[in-house]
Protein backbone atom coordinates (compact mmCIF):
# COMPACT_ATOMS: atom_id res chain seq x y z
CA UNK A 1 0.00 0.00 0.00
CA UNK A 2 1.12 3.38 -0.76
CA UNK A 3 1.55 6.53 0.90
CA UNK A 4 -1.33 8.79 -0.10
CA UNK A 5 0.80 11.91 0.57
CA UNK A 6 3.64 10.74 -1.62
CA UNK A 7 4.24 11.98 -5.14
CA UNK A 8 2.83 10.54 -8.62
CA UNK A 9 5.51 9.96 -11.02
CA UNK A 10 3.73 10.04 -14.65
CA UNK A 11 6.17 8.90 -17.25
CA UNK A 12 5.46 9.55 -21.02
CA UNK A 13 7.54 6.64 -23.33
CA UNK A 14 9.18 8.37 -26.53
CA UNK A 15 12.08 8.49 -28.21
CA UNK A 16 14.45 12.31 -27.97
CA UNK A 17 14.98 14.11 -31.12
CA UNK A 18 12.27 16.04 -33.93
CA UNK A 19 12.64 13.11 -36.39
CA UNK A 20 10.69 11.25 -33.70
CA UNK A 21 7.96 13.43 -32.52
CA UNK A 22 5.17 12.18 -34.51
CA UNK A 23 6.04 8.44 -34.39
CA UNK A 24 3.32 5.85 -32.86
CA UNK A 25 6.40 5.13 -30.45
CA UNK A 26 6.10 8.70 -28.83
CA UNK A 27 2.25 8.80 -28.31
CA UNK A 28 3.74 8.72 -24.17
CA UNK A 29 6.07 12.19 -25.27
CA UNK A 30 2.59 13.57 -26.62
CA UNK A 31 -0.05 12.70 -23.48
CA UNK A 32 3.10 13.88 -20.81
CA UNK A 33 3.09 16.93 -23.25
CA UNK A 34 -0.40 17.47 -23.03
CA UNK A 35 -0.45 16.93 -19.05
CA UNK A 36 2.07 19.43 -18.77
CA UNK A 37 0.03 21.65 -20.70
CA UNK A 38 -3.04 21.05 -18.66
CA UNK A 39 -1.07 21.77 -15.26
CA UNK A 40 0.20 25.49 -16.70
CA UNK A 41 4.19 24.45 -16.51
CA UNK A 42 6.76 23.85 -19.05
CA UNK A 43 9.36 21.07 -19.21
CA UNK A 44 12.62 21.64 -17.43
CA UNK A 45 15.74 19.92 -17.94
CA UNK A 46 16.52 17.68 -14.86
CA UNK A 47 19.32 16.03 -14.07
CA UNK A 48 18.41 12.25 -14.66
CA UNK A 49 18.29 13.22 -18.37
CA UNK A 50 14.42 13.54 -18.54
CA UNK A 51 12.82 16.74 -18.88
CA UNK A 52 10.31 16.96 -16.01
CA UNK A 53 7.22 19.65 -14.99
CA UNK A 54 5.61 19.22 -11.33
CA UNK A 55 2.51 20.40 -10.27
CA UNK A 56 -1.05 19.07 -9.19
CA UNK A 57 -3.82 16.69 -10.17
CA UNK A 58 -7.34 16.73 -8.70
CA UNK A 59 -9.80 19.22 -7.34
CA UNK A 60 -7.67 22.21 -5.75
CA UNK A 61 -7.10 21.79 -1.95
CA UNK A 62 -6.41 18.83 0.27
CA UNK A 63 -7.25 16.24 -1.52
CA UNK A 64 -4.96 17.22 -4.84
CA UNK A 65 -1.93 14.90 -5.69
CA UNK A 66 1.39 16.11 -6.36
CA UNK A 67 2.65 15.29 -9.38
CA UNK A 68 5.59 14.96 -11.75
CA UNK A 69 5.53 14.54 -15.54
CA UNK A 70 8.72 13.28 -16.84
CA UNK A 71 10.14 12.80 -20.70
CA UNK A 72 13.32 10.77 -20.32
CA UNK A 73 15.96 12.28 -23.00
CA UNK A 74 17.29 8.71 -23.31
CA UNK A 75 16.44 6.33 -25.97
CA UNK A 76 12.92 4.03 -25.74
CA UNK A 77 15.10 1.04 -24.94
CA UNK A 78 17.23 3.05 -22.46
CA UNK A 79 14.17 4.77 -20.41
CA UNK A 80 15.14 2.54 -16.92
CA UNK A 81 17.83 4.38 -15.98
CA UNK A 82 15.79 8.28 -16.27
CA UNK A 83 12.48 6.45 -14.70
CA UNK A 84 14.94 4.68 -11.84
CA UNK A 85 16.68 8.44 -10.82
CA UNK A 86 13.63 10.37 -10.71
CA UNK A 87 12.07 7.96 -8.56
CA UNK A 88 14.78 7.96 -6.00
CA UNK A 89 14.93 11.89 -6.43
CA UNK A 90 11.16 12.64 -5.66
CA UNK A 91 10.94 9.47 -3.46
CA UNK A 92 8.24 8.13 -5.46
CA UNK A 93 6.99 4.63 -4.31
CA UNK A 94 6.84 2.15 -7.49
CA UNK A 95 2.98 1.92 -6.70
CA UNK A 96 3.12 5.45 -7.88
CA UNK A 97 5.10 5.31 -10.85
CA UNK A 98 2.69 5.42 -14.48
CA UNK A 99 4.11 4.86 -17.67
CA UNK A 100 1.83 5.68 -20.29
CA UNK A 101 2.93 4.17 -23.56
CA UNK A 102 2.18 2.55 -27.38
CA UNK A 103 0.49 -0.66 -27.34
CA UNK A 104 0.53 -2.67 -30.12
CA UNK A 105 -1.82 -5.45 -29.19
CA UNK A 106 -4.72 -3.14 -28.68
CA UNK A 107 -6.73 -1.52 -31.38
CA UNK A 108 -5.59 2.10 -32.05
CA UNK A 109 -6.91 4.57 -29.71
CA UNK A 110 -8.12 1.73 -27.20
CA UNK A 111 -6.53 2.32 -23.61
CA UNK A 112 -6.12 -0.06 -21.16
CA UNK A 113 -4.92 0.37 -17.44
CA UNK A 114 -2.95 -2.00 -15.59
CA UNK A 115 -0.37 -2.89 -12.81
CA UNK A 116 2.02 -5.19 -13.19
CA UNK A 117 2.36 -7.69 -16.06
CA UNK A 118 4.90 -8.20 -18.41
CA UNK A 119 6.33 -5.99 -21.13
CA UNK A 120 4.96 -7.56 -24.23
CA UNK A 121 8.22 -6.74 -26.15
CA UNK A 122 7.88 -3.11 -25.67
CA UNK A 123 12.07 -1.99 -24.81
CA UNK A 124 10.82 1.20 -22.71
CA UNK A 125 8.78 -1.04 -20.39
CA UNK A 126 11.32 -3.58 -20.32
CA UNK A 127 14.27 -1.31 -19.62
CA UNK A 128 11.76 0.00 -16.78
CA UNK A 129 10.59 -3.21 -15.49
CA UNK A 130 14.68 -4.67 -15.18
CA UNK A 131 14.96 -1.00 -12.94
CA UNK A 132 11.76 -0.80 -10.83
CA UNK A 133 10.45 -4.28 -10.84
CA UNK A 134 7.11 -5.05 -12.65
CA UNK A 135 4.63 -3.23 -9.98
CA UNK A 136 4.21 0.00 -11.38
CA UNK A 137 0.92 1.67 -13.33
CA UNK A 138 0.45 1.18 -16.87
CA UNK A 139 -1.72 2.94 -19.47
CA UNK A 140 -1.57 1.57 -22.68
CA UNK A 141 -2.47 3.69 -25.97
CA UNK A 142 -3.47 1.11 -28.36
CA UNK A 143 -1.41 1.90 -32.02
CA UNK A 144 -3.09 -1.18 -33.59
CA UNK A 145 -0.81 -3.79 -35.23
CA UNK A 146 0.94 -3.30 -38.65
CA UNK A 147 -0.50 -4.04 -41.80
CA UNK A 148 0.75 -6.66 -43.83
CA UNK A 149 3.68 -8.15 -43.52
CA UNK A 150 5.55 -4.69 -42.14
CA UNK A 151 8.30 -5.29 -39.11
CA UNK A 152 7.00 -4.14 -35.93
CA UNK A 153 10.13 -1.84 -35.63
CA UNK A 154 9.70 -0.14 -38.75
CA UNK A 155 5.63 0.29 -37.89
CA UNK A 156 5.95 1.70 -34.58
CA UNK A 157 8.85 4.50 -36.28
CA UNK A 158 6.43 5.80 -38.40
CA UNK A 159 4.00 8.77 -38.11
CA UNK A 160 0.53 8.29 -37.41
CA UNK A 161 -1.20 7.77 -40.74
CA UNK A 162 -3.66 10.76 -41.82
CA UNK A 163 -6.63 9.20 -41.03
CA UNK A 164 -5.29 8.14 -37.29
CA UNK A 165 -3.95 11.84 -37.17
CA UNK A 166 -7.59 13.24 -37.32
CA UNK A 167 -8.55 11.22 -33.97
CA UNK A 168 -5.43 11.39 -32.53
CA UNK A 169 -5.66 14.70 -30.01
CA UNK A 170 -9.59 13.22 -29.30
CA UNK A 171 -7.24 9.68 -28.07
CA UNK A 172 -4.30 12.05 -26.78
CA UNK A 173 -7.11 13.87 -24.49
CA UNK A 174 -8.94 10.83 -23.42
CA UNK A 175 -5.43 8.99 -22.36
CA UNK A 176 -4.31 12.32 -20.53
CA UNK A 177 -8.17 11.89 -18.63
CA UNK A 178 -7.09 8.51 -17.52
CA UNK A 179 -3.46 9.11 -15.92
CA UNK A 180 -5.43 12.20 -14.18
CA UNK A 181 -8.49 9.50 -12.98
CA UNK A 182 -6.05 6.94 -11.64
CA UNK A 183 -3.92 9.80 -9.84
CA UNK A 184 -7.40 11.08 -7.99
CA UNK A 185 -9.64 8.55 -8.32
CA UNK A 186 -7.48 4.86 -7.92
CA UNK A 187 -7.00 2.55 -10.45
CA UNK A 188 -10.79 0.72 -10.00
CA UNK A 189 -12.41 3.91 -11.30
CA UNK A 190 -9.91 4.29 -13.94
CA UNK A 191 -10.35 1.26 -15.40
CA UNK A 192 -14.45 1.06 -15.18
CA UNK A 193 -14.39 4.35 -16.75
CA UNK A 194 -11.11 3.83 -19.85
CA UNK A 195 -10.27 0.01 -20.50
CA UNK A 196 -12.53 0.59 -23.66
Known amino acids: MTDDASPWLVVGLGNPGGEYVGNRHNVGFMVADL ?9 K ?37 PVTALRDFYKVPVGHVVAVHDELDIDY ?5 KVGGGDNGH ?17 RFGIGRPPGRMDVAAFVLKDFSAA ?29 TYNS
Open 35 to 43: LAGRMGARF
Open 45 to 81: AHKSRAQVVEGRVGPPGPSSRRVVVAKPMSFMNLSGG
Open 109 to 113: GALRL
Open 123 to 139: NGLKSITKSLGADYCRV
Open 164 to 192: ERKELDYFVDRAADAVETLIADGLERAQG
